[in-house]
Structures are given as C-alpha cells and as structure tokens.
C-alpha cells in the first residue's frame, strides 16, 4: 500500500492567514493526488484533483502543487468557512489510501 | 444532480453482517466512466477505503478487508451494495459511498452524506 502522510496534523491560523499543509508518499503516486475539505458531521468534500486542479465551484484562494512523492495544498487567505480538516489522497494505485487529515482551528 | 444516499441497518450485532446499499440518483450507475466505492470512517479518525465495483461487476477491495467484504452492483435498480462479514467493535463507522471518476484523470467527485454503523450487542 502506499502510505500518505500529512504535516502539520493540527495548525492554529487567524482569518487572513496563508496556511500551507503538505502531503508525502511512501511512493510515487506521480500527479494522481486529490484535496478534500471535511467539516464535522459532513461528508468530505473535493477541492483539488490531479495535484492542481480547482474543482468546480471551490474558491480559487485554494491550490495545490507537487509531484511524485511531495505535494502541498495552500489556502491564500484563510476564510472563516475554511476552519476544517483536511485530507490527501492517491490515486494511483489500489488501495487507494488518504493522508490521516490535518486539522485547522482557529488561533 | 447526480446524488448517491446510504441505507441500511444503524446497529449490527458482533459476528453478523453488515449491509448497507448506495442509491444513485439523477444519472445511470452504468456510465462506463465512474467506480462506485465505500468508505469508511470511524469516529475522530480518518478515511479508510474499503473497495470498489464497476459496472462489469469487477471489484477491488483493501487487503485487510477482503476476506469479510463484498461489493455488488445492480444496474437495473441503480444500486450498489456493500456486505462486511463478522463484523466487530472495530467496524463501528460512518460509511460513505463514493463515486471515482476515472477516464484519464482520476478522483472522486461525489460522494453520500454517510450513515453511522454500530456494531454491539
């Protein structure tokens, strides 16, 4: 399997703030890694696939970038709705597997 | 819009089967593009999948699930269903399922709202 890990696993930000959150696999996964945003009680919800693409209807305050083993999803400007938890995940190969998240709270 | 809503039994008994079905509505579970998925997610934890059928019936499931889970389709119904086999504590979840769309870019692009599993006596 491949293992993703994700740091930081928590982060404490202010409105306003650029937050950067990184992704790395045990393996390559080449560009096949997706960006989910995950509010309590709710399902996860896509906002980037295939490294750095913005899915439809997600602000374009949110990107990511990377390749191979080393990726990174960056908020430009931390918006009150953004306060969430934040998962990687691959796409390359079976099983697919997810980062264990990235909490964001508010400082 | 195309929606997808888990059903099924909130509590299951240690040693029994779960099971649990994924309605598709506003569009055909038998487009040849997408995989049809459960996920699951125990309480304050992350994101564990589970397995995954296309519409030929062919299936993929997580190693250290395969032996108790099984995913089925039924087309004529738009429905896919998940069964987990002697269950434990430990299967005690939200399970969601899961749409990946998988022609030349891959990702899932939709998903259920999930429904909690509890498994106890």
């Known amino acids: 399997d491949i293992q993703m890990t994700q740091s930081p696993s928590s982060l404490s930000a202010s409105v306003g703030d650029r937050v950067t959150i990184s992704c790395r696999a045990s393996?390559?996964?080449?560009?096949?890694l997706s960006w989910f945003q995950q509010k309590p009680g709710k399902a996860p919800k896509l906002l980037i696939f295939a490294t750095s693409n913005l899915q439809s209807g997600v602000p374009s305050r949110f990107s990511g970038s990377g390749t191979g083993t080393d990726f990174t999803l960056t908020i430009s400007s931390l918006q009150p709705e953004d306060f969430a938890t934040y998962y990687c995940q691959q796409s390359y190969s079976t099983p697919r597997t997810f980062g264990q998240g990235t909490k964001v709270d508010i400082k | 819009q195309v929606q997808l809503q888990e059903s099924g039994p909130g509590l299951v008994k240690p040693g029994q089967t779960l099971s649990l079905t994924c309605t598709v509505s506003?569009?055909?579970?038998?487009?040849?593009?997408?995989?049809w998925t459960w996920i699951r997610q125990p309480a304050g934890k992350g994101l564990e999948w589970i397995g995954r059928?296309?519409?030929?019936?062919?299936?993929n499931y997580d190693y250290s699930l395969k032996s108790r889970a099984s995913i089925s389709i039924d087309t004529s119904k738009n429905q896919f269903s998940l069964n987990l086999s002697s269950v434990t504590a430990a299967d005690t979840a939200v399970y969601y399922c899961?749409?990946?769309?998988?022609?030349?870019?891959?990702?899932?692009?939709?998903w259920g709202r999930g429904t909690l599993v509890t498994v106890s006596s």
């Open positions: 059928i296309y519409t030929t019936g062919r299936t």
């Open positions: 393996q390559t996964v080449s560009s096949d």
């Open positions: 506003g569009g055909s579970i038998g487009s040849g593009s997408y995989y």
């Open positions: 899961a749409r990946e769309y998988w022609e030349q870019l891959v990702y899932f692009d939709l």
